[in-house]
């Protein structure tokens, strides 16, 4: 009989540790990013987090890269046919190589 009680108290104890260790969540931090923290645009159409933990944000005026402490903004430019096709960039994502593919109004990049 001490043998079960003892096994039975073990137990109890374990179920209650484990509760208690998922009981203790930390709270989710959030901050909404905007123009004014240097993102291109407001009106966010897509975001994406590459391979190499880059978080991407696609804009109504530009494809944004965002390494957690500054931005690089990406645009269509007129006189170089490697850049974006168009600034308003709706769907971004990588593929088995890590190149990211990014649809645009104006096609894929």
């Given at each position: 009989?001490?043998i079960v009680l003892k096994?039975?108290?073990?137990?109890?104890?374990?179920?209650?540790?484990?509760?208690?260790?998922?009981?203790?969540?930390?709270?989710?931090?959030?901050?909404?990013?905007?123009?004014?923290?240097?993102?291109?645009?407001?009106?966010?159409?897509?975001?994406?987090?590459?391979?190499?933990?880059?978080?991407?944000?696609?804009?109504?005026?530009?494809?944004?890269?965002?390494?957690?402490i500054d931005w690089l903004?990406?645009?269509?430019?007129?006189?170089?046919?490697?850049?974006?096709?168009?600034?308003?960039?709706?769907?971004?994502?990588?593929?088995?190589?890590?190149?990211?593919?990014?649809?645009?109004?104006?096609?894929?990049?």
């Amino acid at each position: 009989m001490k043998i079960v009680l003892k096994c039975f108290l073990c137990i109890s104890f374990l179920v209650v540790s484990l509760g208690q260790a998922n009981g203790q969540v930390r709270p989710f931090k959030f901050k909404h990013l905007t123009i004014n923290d240097g993102l291109s645009q407001n009106t966010v159409y897509c975001t994406f987090q590459d391979k190499k933990g880059f978080i991407w944000v696609g804009t109504e005026d530009g494809l944004n890269r965002f390494d957690g402490i500054d931005w690089l903004i990406f645009k269509h430019q007129i006189d170089d046919e490697k850049s974006l096709s168009n600034n308003q960039v709706n769907d971004i994502e990588q593929d088995d190589d890590g190149k990211l593919i990014i649809a645009t109004a104006d096609g894929l990049n």
